[in-house]
């Protein structure tokens, strides 16, 4: 119902924003990592507090506008462009692949063992992908163009021009 709705209304609404501080900031690694870590979080209040869904809801609506909005272009800044759209398209069907097969693991899931159980599942979820934004970032670090603030990455692009 309305919560559930909450984080798809404030994620339309935020993503822009997001997207244009990401864009102006840079560092995109970063923020998808605030994205992780707050998915992270959410899940662990849904699982072990009583805290009201609202507030969860919103940190989910913050994390999809995070991650969203700094996978696409980290795409795009590690592929060749003649197959960005290829990569694209691979990055698509991967997510879409993910998103049907988590939800029927997460049903069988909750019906099998329990919602608590199902929680479980997202915190370990979502803790394997901030670990693997750390090796993200790792690998990145010695010459890569994702993690770069705007001002070093204007610079980086102006000298392969």
């Known amino acids: 119902g309305v ?8 994620a339309s609404v935020a993503s822009p ?7 102006f900031f ?8 605030s994205g ?13 507090t009583f805290i009201p869904p609202m507030f969860q809801s919103v940190l989910i609506a913050f994390s999809l506008c995070f991650v969203g909005c700094t996978l696409w ?3 795009a800044l590690t592929v060749n462009r003649e197959h960005l759209g290829t990569a694209l398209g691979l990055t698509q069907s991967i997510q879409n692949l993910g998103l049907s097969t988590i939800s029927i693991l997460v049903g069988y ?13 997202f915190i370990i979820i979502a803790t394997l992908a901030l670990l693997i934004s750390y090796l993200l970032h790792l690998s990145d670090m010695k010459n890569g163009l994702l993690n770069k603030s705007k001002k070093r ?9």
Do not use: R
């Not at 919560?3 to 404030?10: D, Q």
């Not at 924003?17 to 864009?23: A, C, K, T, Y």
């Not at 899931?109 to 599942?121: A, D, H, N, V």
């Not at 990455?153 to 021009?161: H, Q, S, Y």
């Open 73 to 75: 272009p980290m795409v």
């Open 109 to 121: 899931i909750s019906k099998t063992y329990g919602y608590t159980m199902s929680e479980y599942f």
């Open 3 to 10: 919560v559930t709705g909450t984080v798809f209304i404030i």
């Open 26 to 33: 840079g560092c995109s690694i970063y923020w998808m990592q």
């Open 36 to 48: 992780l870590a707050m998915i992270l979080i959410a899940h662990i209040l849904f699982c072990f």
């Open 153 to 161: 990455f204007t610079k980086l692009c102006n000298k392969l021009k």
């Open 17 to 23: 924003i997001i997207g244009f501080l990401v864009d």
